[in-house]
C-alpha cells in the first residue's frame, strides 16, 4: 500500500519491508509495513476484493486463502510472512472460460445466499478436495469447520462440496 | 390449441431457478461495502467505552492529533456543537452518537478518528485518554427496578426511573374470570436470553459528501435504505433530494442492519467537514458489543386449563430489557413489537398481557433478528408453556396441541390478543411432522431407553406467525406506513427490469423477484433484471426485515406487473385488430377468443408500446405499484426434534429434526429451502451455544466469536424438510406467506422442549437457554431451574 504522508519530521520512522510472492499465478512485489495483514495487501494492496474479512480474530473463515496450498486465515498472517511463497485467492479459481467444480457446485446446490462466507468455504474445500478426491460428508463438515456461515446452515454447502468432488473425479 | 409457455421451464413460480446473484459471488465479484474505494477516501475507527456506565470526566485527544495521517479526531463535545451528539431511535427515545455526559454501555462509541488509513487512524484511538468515573452498573430488569436503582436515563427530563414502558394488551377481566374457573393453572417462569443477528459482514459505510454539488452519497450496510434517507434528512437536516443512500452488496442482516448506528452518523459528519469520502469499517467487537442485539426477556406466563386439556385463558407477564437507549426497530403502536401474536395458532378464548420495559447498561437494540417484532420470543414462550401444560395434565404433547388448534374451517379466527389469522391446515401439519419422525415408535424407544439410563427426548413446536408488515394503518416505524413497492420497465425488446423498496442480504430477490414477473408476464426470467438498494433510482420501500419483502414488495411486483398486462391487453387488441374483450391472456400470449391460433407474444406487444401503439395510447409499458397488504401473512410450522442427553455431562445431540413448513405458494422452493434451513440452523444456535451474556459489572461475554459461539458444519445437525402441505394466503396477490424467519422463530422451542422431554423424569420445569451442558447437568445433578439471567453484584 502507498501512503503519501504530510511531511512531518517524525515521518521517515514508518518502517517498510520490500516482499516478493505469487498470487493466483502472478509474480509480485510489494513494499508494506510490517504490521500489514494479508488479507488488507490481498484486498486493498492487490485490489483482489473476493477476500473478505468478517471477525479477524482468526474465527469467521471469511478470509481464508490458500498459502502455498494449505487453507491460511489470511487476517492471521502478516503480509510479510508470505515473502517467497504462493498464494492462492477465490479470484484465482476460474479461469477466463471456465468455472472451477467448487463454483459450479456452490451455485447448483445452493451453497450461498449472501455470498460473504463463500469464497473462504470455497478456499477451505479446495484444499479438501486436493488431498481427498473422495470425501465423505463427514469429512467434509470437519474440513469446513473452521468457517462460520450465517445464511445457509451448512448443509447447502457441503452438498455443493460434494457435488464439486464428484465433478472433479469424472 | 393452448401455445402457453410452460412456466416452469421459463423460470416462473414454482420453478426451482439457480440463483443470478451467484456467478458474481462465486467469483469474489460481489460488491460489499468495505469493497468500494473512492478517490481520496479517509478511513475512520471508533474508540467505545471500556466501562458499563461511568460519567466522563475528560477526553485528552491531543496526542491523537500529534499522529501522523490523522484528519480529524471527533468527540461527543464537538457533535454537540453542530447538534448531532444525540439522534432520535427507531422507537421514539434518543441515542448518544457519541457520549457527552456519561457513557451508559460497554462499547459505548465515545469518540472517532479519521485519517488516511484504517492501521492510523486506530493507533490514534488509542492515544485517545479518556478518564472515567465509574457509576453502578445495572444489567437487568430486576436490578433497573429495584428501589434506589441508580437512573440510567438521567438526560431525559422527567426520567425518575428506568422504566421505558408499561403497555398491556388483551381481556383483563375475561383473563381473569376464566382463571377463576380453570381446573389448574400452569405456569412457567423463563428468560430468552440476550443474542446477536450477527452476520459475518460488520456494518460499515462511506460518506461521500461533495461541496461542489452538495450532494450526499452514502453506501452503507442496511436493509432499509429509503428510512436511511428519510433519517439522515432528519437528523442531519439536509435536503432529502440531496440524499442518496446506496446499500450494495450485504454479507447477510437478520435485522442487524435496520438501525442507525453512531458510525453511520459519524462518518457522514466527517465527510461534510472534510469534504472526502469517508469510510467506516467496524469491527466484530464493534459490532457484538454495540449495534442491534435481539431478544432478552423474562417471562412469567400462566395457562389456566380445563381438565380435559382444554386451555381457557393465558396470562403473560413479560420485563424486556433494552439496554441504555430504547431503540428498538418496530411498528410504533406495539411497545414490545408483536409479542402478543403469541398463540394464535391456538383457539383460545380469553388472553392477557402486561409488558415492563427498562433501561440497563447494556448495548441498545432489541431488532428483529430473523423474526417480525419479538415474535421470536411469542412463539418460544408459547411453545415452552404449551409442554410444561402438557406435562403438568399429564396429557401427550402432540394431542394436546392438536385438541387446541384453530380448526381448518375456523378462518379467519380472530386470536386471543386480537390478531386475524385467515389461513392454515394445522393439524395436517402436525401429522406430516409426527410420520415423519416416527413419533409412536420414539416414545416406545425412549421408554425403552430410559429403562437403560439411556435418556432420549422428543420436542415439538408448532406455531403460526404474523410475516409481512402492514397493514398501514396499524404499521408505521416512525410514522412512515408500512407499504412496499415495486417499479417495472419493460424494454422495447421484450426484455425487462424491476426496481423496489425492498433490500435483499442473501434472500435471492433478483432470483424471485424476476420469478413473479415471468408469472405474470410469461417473459422467461432469464430476460429480467432486478435491481434494489439506490434510493435515487428504486421507489420508496420499506426495506426487507421482518419476512416482508415476499408479501408485500413481492405483491407489489405482481401488481405491478398486471398493470402492464392490462396495457399489452390493449396494444395486443390493436395488434390483433379485435376488441380488448375479444382478446384471451395464456401465459406469454394474448389470443383472440374465437381464433385461439391468431395471436402476439408479449414480447409483440412491448415492441409495438414503443413502436406501434394505438392512437392516443401513451407510449411506453412500465407502471409503478404502491402495495399496502390488507393483513399480516400466517405461515404455519411445525418442528420437531429428537435428542440424546448424555446423563453424566449434559451434553446434548440432535439425532432428529423434522421441520414441517407451510408457506403457501413457493416461488423457488430451492431458495425458501435454503432459508429454513438457515433458520433452523440459528435456532440451533440460540438453543445450543449462541447468547450474550454480561458479568455484574456490565462487561460483555460475547463480545468476539472465541466468545460468542456459531455453530460450524461441524456442530450442526441435518434437516429433514417437508413442503406436503401448502395453503395459500387468500389475500396475498399470488398466495405467497413470508418464511424467511419462520425456522429461526418456531426452531428454538423444538429443541429445547426435547432437552426438557430427556430429563422430565428430574421434575425440572425450565433450563434457560443455552441450553450449555453445564447447565443442563446442573438441572439433572440439583433436580432444580437453572437460569441465565447474568449475576447481580452483591456487597459480599
Ligand atoms: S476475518 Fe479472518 S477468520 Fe474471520
Ligand atoms: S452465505 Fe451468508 S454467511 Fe454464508
Known amino acids: 500500500m502507498t501512503i503519501v504522508y504530510d511531511d512531518e519530521p517524525d515521518a521517515d520512522e514508518i518502517p517498510v519491508r520490500r516482499i516478493r510472492f505469487t498470487i493466483n499465478g502472478a509474480k509480485k512485489v510489494a513494499e508494506v509495513e510490517p504490521r500489514l495483514l494479508l488479507a488488507h495487501l490481498i484486498r486493498q494492496g492487490l485490489k483482489l476484493t473476493g477476500t473478505h474479512t468478517g471477525c479477524d480474530t482468526t474465527n469467521c473463515g471469511a478470509c481464508t486463502v490458500l498459502v502455498d496450498g494449505k487453507p491460511v486465515k489470511s487476517c492471521t498472517m502478516l503480509a510479510v510472512q508470505v515473502d517467497g511463497h504462493e498464494i492462492t485467492t477465490v479470484e484465482g479459481l476460474a479461469t477466463a472460460s471456465e468455472l472451477h467444480p467448487l463454483q459450479e457446485g456452490f451455485k447448483e446446490e445452493h451453497g450461498l445466499q449472501c455470498g460473504f462466507c463463500t469464497p473462504g468455504m470455497m478456499l477451505a474445500a479446495k484444499a479438501l478436495l486436493d488431498h481427498n478426491p473422495d470425501p465423505t460428508e463427514e469429512d467434509v463438515r470437519w474440513a469446513l469447520s473452521g468457517n462460520l456461515c450465517r445464511c445457509t446452515g451448512y448443509q447447502n454447502i457441503v452438498k455443493s462440496v460434494l457435488w464439486a468432488a464428484e465433478k472433479l473425479r469424472s | ?796
Not at chain 2, 163 to 182: K, L, Y
Not at chain 2, 502 to 513: I, L, P, Y
Not at chain 2, 756 to 764: F, H, K, L
Open chain 2, 1 to 796: 390449441m393452448s401455445q402457453a409457455l410452460d412456466e416452469i421451464k421459463i423460470g416462473g413460480l414454482g420453478a426451482s431457478r439457480k440463483r443470478v446473484e451467484d456467478n458474481r459471488f462465486i467469483r469474489g465479484k460481489g460488491n460489499y461495502v468495505d469493497d468500494i474505494v473512492l478517490p481520496g477516501m479517509l478511513h475512520m475507527e471508533i474508540l467505545r467505552s471500556p466501562l458499563a456506565h461511568a460519567r466522563i470526566v475528560s477526553i485528552d485527544a491531543s496526542k491523537a492529533w500529534e499522529i501522523p495521517g490523522v484528519h480529524l479526531v471527533m468527540t461527543g463535545e464537538m457533535m454537540a456543537t453542530r447538534n448531532l451528539a444525540w439522534m432520535p431511535t427507531l422507537s421514539y427515545d434518543t441515542q448518544a452518537v457519541l457520549a457527552t455526559d456519561k457513557v451508559r454501555f460497554q462499547g459505548q462509541e465515545v469518540a472517532c478518528v479519521i485519517a488516511d488509513d484504517p492501521y492510523i487512524a486506530k493507533d490514534a484511538c488509542e492515544a485517545i485518554d479518556v478518564t472515567y468515573e465509574a457509576l453502578p452498573v445495572i444489567v437487568s430488569p430486576a436490578q433497573a427496578l429495584a428501589p434506589g436503582a441508580t437512573v440510567i436515563r438521567d438526560d431525559k427530563e422527567n426520567q425518575n426511573d428506568n422504566v421505558i414502558f408499561h403497555w398491556e394488551v388483551g381481556d383483563a377481566e375475561g383473563t381473569s374470570r376464566a382463571f377463576a374457573e380453570a381446573d389448574m393453572v400452569s405456569r412457567l417462569q423463563l428468560h430468552y436470553p440476550r443474542s446477536h443477528p450477527s452476520p459475518i459482514e460488520c456494518c460499515g459505510s462511506i460518506a461521500d459528501f461533495n461541496r461542489a454539488t452538495e450532494k450526499l452519497t452514502v453506501y452503507m450496510t442496511t436493509q432499509a435504505p429509503h428510512i436511511i434517507r428519510a433519517a439522515v434528512a432528519l437528523v442531519a437536516e439536509l435536503p432529502e433530494q440531496m440524499i442518496r443512500i446506496i446499500s450494495p452488496d450485504i454479507g447477510g442482516g437478520f435485522g442487524n442492519k435496520v438501525p442507525v448506528y453512531p458510525g453511520y452518523v459519524c462518518s457522514i459528519l466527517a465527510s461534510i467537514l472534510l469534504e472526502r469520502p469517508v469510510k467506516w469499517i467496524e469491527d466484530k467487537t464493534g459490532n457484538l458489543i454495540s449495534t442491534g442485539f435481539a431478544r432478552d426477556v423474562y417471562l412469567d406466563g400462566e395457562m389456566a386449563l380445563r381438565r380435559d386439556g382444554k386451555i381457557l385463558a393465558i396470562r403473560m407477564h413479560t420485563d424486556s430489557d433494552h439496554g441504555a437507549f430504547f431503540s428498538d426497530a418496530q411498528p410504533s403502536k406495539f411497545k414490545i413489537g408483536l409479542m402478543h401474536s403469541a398463540f394464535a395458532c391456538y383457539d383460545i378464548p380469553y388472553a392477557h398481557m402486561i409488558s415492563r420495559g427498562t433501561y440497563t447498561n447494556k448495548a441498545p437494540g432489541g431488532v428483529a433478528y430473523r423474526c417480525s417484532f419479538r415474535v421470536t420470543e411469542a412463539m418460544f414462550f408459547q411453545e415452552r408453556m404449551v409442554q410444561a401444560a402438557a406435562v403438568d395434565l399429564g396429557m401427550d404433547q402432540a394431542e394436546f396441541r392438536r385438541m387446541n388448534f384453530v380448526r381448518d374451517d375456523d378462518f379467519p379466527h380472530r386470536t386471543p390478543f386480537g390478531f386475524l389469522t385467515d389461513s392454515g391446515q394445522y393439524g395436517a401439519c402436525l401429522d406430516v411432522g409426527l410420520k415423519a419422525v416416527g413419533y409412536d415408535n420414539f416414545l416406545q424407544q425412549q421408554e425403552e431407553a430410559r429403562s437403560r439410563g439411556r435418556l432420549l427426548g422428543i420436542g415439538i413446536s408448532t406455531m403460526t406467525e404474523p410475516l409481512g408488515a402492514g397493514n398501514s394503518r396499524e404499521y408505521d416505524i416512525l410514522g412512515i406506513k408500512m407499504f412496499d413497492s415495486a417499479e417495472i420497465r419493460v424494454h422495447m425488446t421484450g426484455k425487462a427490469m424491476v426496481r423496489t423498496g425492498a433490500r435483499g442480504q442473501g434472500q435471492g430477490h433478483e432470483t424471485t423477484w424476476a420469478q413473479i414477473v415471468s408469472h405474470e408476464l410469461g417473459l422467461p426470467a432469464d430476460d429480467i433484471t432486478v435491481e434494489e438498494g439506490d434510493t435515487d433510482t428504486a421507489p420508496f420501500g420499506m426495506g426487507t426485515y421482518a419476512s416482508r419483502s415476499t408479501p408485500v414488495a413481492g405483491a407489489a411486483i405482481a401488481m405491478a406487473a398486471r398493470k402492464i398486462r392490462a396495457k399489452a391487453r390493449r396494444l395486443a387488441a390493436h395488434l390483433l385488430e379485435v376488441s380488448e374483450e375479444d382478446v384471451e391472456w395464456e401465459l406469454g400470449r394474448f389470443y383472440v377468443r374465437s381464433a385461439p391460433d391468431r395471436g402476439v407474444t408479449i414480447q409483440e406487444c412491448a415492441m409495438a408500446a414503443y413502436s406501434n401503439m394505438p392512437d392516443g395510447m401513451e407510449p411506453g409499458l412500465q407502471n409503478q405499484s404502491f402495495y399496502d397488504p390488507p393483513n399480516l401473512t400466517w405461515p404455519f410450522a411445525c418442528y420437531i426434534v429428537t435428542v440424546e442427553v448424555d446423563p453424566e455431562t449434559g451434553v446434548w445431540d440432535v439425532t432428529n429434526m423434522v421441520a414441517v413448513d407451510d408457506c403457501g405458494v413457493r416461488i423457488n422452493p430451492m431458495i425458501v429451502e435454503g432459508q429454513i434451513m438457515g433458520g433452523l440452523t440459528e435456532a440451533y444456535a440460540m438453543a445450543n451455544m449462541q447468547f450474550i451474556t454480561f458479568d455484574a459489572e456490565g462487561n460483555c461475554v460475547g463480545s468476539n466469536y472465541m466468545d460468542y459461539l456459531l455453530p460450524t458444519a461441524w456442530e450442526t445437525p441435518g434437516f429433514e424438510l417437508h413442503s406436503e402441505i401448502m395453503t395459500e394466503c387468500p389475500h396475498h396477490p399470488i398466495g405467497a406467506k413470508g418464511i424467511g424467519e419462520c425456522a429461526a422463530v418456531g426452531g428454538p422451542a423444538a429443541f429445547v422442549n426435547a432437552v426438557m422431554d430427556a430429563i422430565s423424569y428430574t421434575g425440572v420445569r425450565n433450563v434457560d437457554m443455552p441450553m450449555l451442558p453445564d447447565r443442563v447437568w446442573e438441572a439433572m445433578k440439583y433436580r432444580r431451574d437453572v437460569s441465565g439471567a447474568p449475576p447481580v453484584l452483591t456487597d459480599e
